[in-house]
């Protein structure tokens, strides 16, 4: 009797751990695949600023020649207000 009551209970704690196991393995599963998904995520966030970037770079060069430009013309008017003024 006490043998059967001992394997009993083994095998309920066997069932408990085969359940736990078999939880945790579920966890791992959606922690895997929601990692994943932020791997995915952190590539598309990743491409957005390089293409941010780089039209940052494209209007900070066209704002450099705009004022090159700018300055230029100033300097352009200038003289030729001097010019007619003279």
Not at 41 to 64: G, H, M, N
Request: charged share 40%; proline share 0%.
């Amino acid at each position: 009797m006490r043998d059967q009551q001992d394997y009993d209970r083994l095998r309920e704690m066997a069932g408990r751990k085969e359940r736990e196991n078999s939880d945790s393995d579920q966890r791992i599963k959606h922690a895997d695949f929601d990692f994943f998904k932020l791997q995915e995520k952190l590539s598309e966030v990743s491409k957005i600023a390089d293409l941010r970037d780089f039209d940052l770079k494209r209007t900070s060069e066209a704002l450099s020649a705009t004022q090159i430009e700018l300055h230029s013309s100033r300097q352009e008017n200038a003289k030729q207000s001097n010019d007619l003024s003279s």
